[in-house]
């Protein structure tokens, strides 16, 4: 469903990501783990086209992500057709990002009404079926500031569901959390990886990586140093980094 093949990236003099390449199956689940600073963000943001990349390449359910090839020769791929592409790939941010004036159903909606010209009626109906899976049905119309950081972002993780995406990126979800409010949002994460969703999660949450991850990859300094099943590297890693890494946040 995702495949980053050889991915670099820099900024400025910087080389933030150092030729890295990662499969992620339909339905597969993969959590990304590493120090501050070494590229998760990055990655995420390479695989949905916030960032351009300077080499390799990335397909999502088989597009290439970025350019159509034309004749034979890559072109960089006009704005609306790259807006098109993005709308297949949700992602949720440490901070929710809700719209601070409108209520958690009016969030959820927003992306179908003015980008897919989604009916409004359409719109609520599945907007209310995606609060309710995120367990906030009778919060539909609370406004953010009325909402506990947890619940807004299981408001944000509803709102990407609504475009229907093909791919969903969580960039640190729970890091701006209060510890209590941790698990009611890993919850909804753990329920939609079961609901065969395809997901990228950069997580500090090790035990959500175990149980609910596929693949671990642990990456620092912009280079995979090590993946595999979640329990096997977790448990027993072999590379030195990625003991140091794991002693201090286990
Ligand atoms: P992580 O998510 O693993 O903490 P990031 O991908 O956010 O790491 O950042 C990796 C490195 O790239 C850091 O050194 C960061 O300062 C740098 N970086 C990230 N985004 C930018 C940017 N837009 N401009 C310049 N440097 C950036
Ligand atoms: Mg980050």
């Known amino acids: 469903m995702v495949k980053i093949e050889s991915v670099r990236k820099?900024?400025?003099?910087?080389?933030?990501?150092?030729?890295?390449?990662?499969?992620?199956?339909?339905?597969?689940?993969?959590?990304?783990?590493?120090?501050s600073g070494s590229g998760k963000s990055t990655l995420l943001r390479?695989?949905?086209?916030?960032?351009?990349?300077?080499?390799?390449?990335?397909?999502?359910?088989?597009?290439?992500?970025g350019f159509a090839e034309k004749a034979g020769r890559l072109q960089l791929l006009r704005p609306d057709e790259l807006c098109r592409q993005r709308q297949e790939i949700g992602m949720?941010?440490?901070?929710?990002?809700?719209?601070?004036?409108?209520?958690?159903?009016?969030?959820?909606?927003?992306?179908?009404?003015?980008?897919?010209?989604?009916?409004?009626a359409a719109a609520t109906?599945?907007?209310?079926?995606?609060?309710?899976?995120?367990g906030l049905a009778d919060r539909a119309g609370h406004y953010p500031r009325q909402l506990s950081g947890g619940q807004q972002q299981r408001v944000a993780i509803a709102r990407s569901l609504a475009m229907n995406p093909k791919v969903m990126l969580f960039d640190e979800p729970t890091s701006a959390l209060d510890?209590?409010?941790?698990?009611?949002?890993?919850?909804?994460?753990?329920?939609l990886a079961a609901s065969?969703?395809?997901?990228?999660?950069?997580?500090?949450?090790?035990?959500?990586?175990?149980?609910?991850?596929?693949?671990?990859?642990?990456?620092?300094?912009?280079?995979?140093?090590?993946?595999?099943?979640p329990r096997e590297v977790l448990s027993n890693p072999r590379h030195e980094r990625t003991r140091a890494f794991l002693g201090q946040v286990l």
């Open 10 to 35: 820099s900024f400025g003099h910087l080389e933030v990501l150092r030729g890295v390449s990662l499969d992620v199956p339909p339905g597969g689940v993969v959590c990304v783990v590493g120090p």
């Open 46 to 65: 390479c695989v949905n086209r916030l960032e351009t990349i300077d080499a390799g390449r990335v397909w999502v359910d088989g597009e290439l992500m």
């Open 92 to 120: 949720v941010f440490q901070r929710f990002h809700l719209f601070p004036h409108m209520t958690a159903l009016e969030n959820v909606m927003e992306g179908p009404c003015t980008v897919k010209r989604v009916s409004k």
């Open 125 to 134: 109906s599945h907007a209310l079926a995606l609060l309710d899976r995120v």
């Open 179 to 191: 510890p209590e409010l941790v698990q009611e949002v890993l919850q909804v994460m753990r329920d």
């Open 196 to 229: 065969g969703m395809t997901m990228i999660v950069v997580t500090h949450e090790m035990g959500f990586a175990r149980e609910a991850g596929d693949h671990l990859v642990f990456i620092d300094d912009g280079l995979i140093v090590e993946e595999g099943a």
